[in-house]
């Protein structure tokens, strides 16, 4: 047994849950820790323009030892930097885009293959299980303000308030009406609390994918 199923059977859910942190840190390459030196992601954006090029994407990144994740953006567009129209892409039109990265089966089965199950559900505007963020996740920024996630309001600042009266003061009208509309399955708000509802799927994504060969016949 892993050691975050087994402190959850011991009744230890705060050491689980930090086992689980701790282990989705140590395969990011955006968390700037020392035990991810070597640690490398590559990120690339679908447009109306690539979107039959994913299946060679999604191949080229098994041969290459990356786990490929595949996820819709959730938020507005204008959080990037740019509302040019083009960027923005046609829901159905998308949403066949991830059938066909479940139907390739390139994506890991368990967490990975059910995040791209619910983004095809959010984008054919179906519901999402509820959302985490300021249950099992929240977010702490440098100078100490503290927020359910990154995409809602801060709550307080530690340096003002204990974390208790911050925890207290959460929206949990605006993190539901958030959980909602958005997808975001791979952020904090959500892996937590999806790795312990579900923690067989969670175990099997944290495998590293075998490597795909390519043999060419004679």
């Known amino acids: 047994m892993s050691k975050p199923l087994f402190n959850l059977a011991r009744g230890r859910p705060v050491l689980a849950v930090f086992e689980l942190c701790l282990r989705c ?9 020392p035990l ?13 323009m690539n979107r ?8 080229f990144a098994r041969s290459r030892g990356f786990v490929p994740v595949v996820g819709a953006y959730h938020w507005g567009v ?11 892409y046609d829901r159905d039109a998308g949403a066949s885009v991830f059938e066909d990265v479940l139907r390739s089966r390139l ?9 791209v199950r619910d983004n095809i559900r959010w984008l054919r505007g179906d519901g999402l299980p509820p959302c985490d963020a300021g249950r099992y996740s929240v977010a702490i920024d440098a100078s100490g303000n503290v927020a359910p996630c990154l995409a809602l309001a801060h709550a307080g600042n530690l340096l003002n308030d204990p974390l208790e009266t911050i925890l207290a003061r959460m929206d949990g009208g605006a993190i539901a009406r958030c959980s909602e509309r958005a997808s975001c399955n791979m952020l904090c708000s959500r892996v937590v609390g999806s790795a312990l509802r579900h923690p067989l799927a969670a175990l099997a994504a ?12 004679p």
């Open 78 to 88: 204008e959080r990037y930097g740019k509302t040019a129209p083009e960027l923005q």
């Open 107 to 115: 994506v890991p089965a368990g967490y990975f293959r059910n995040y």
């Open 25 to 33: 840190n140590s395969a990011c390459g955006y968390c700037d820790l």
């Open 36 to 48: 991810n030196l070597g640690r490398y992601e590559m990120t690339r954006i679908v447009s109306e």
């Open 206 to 217: 944290m495998r590293p994918p075998a490597r795909e060969t390519k043999v060419d016949a």
């Open 52 to 59: 039959h090029d994913v299946t060679d994407v999604l191949h």
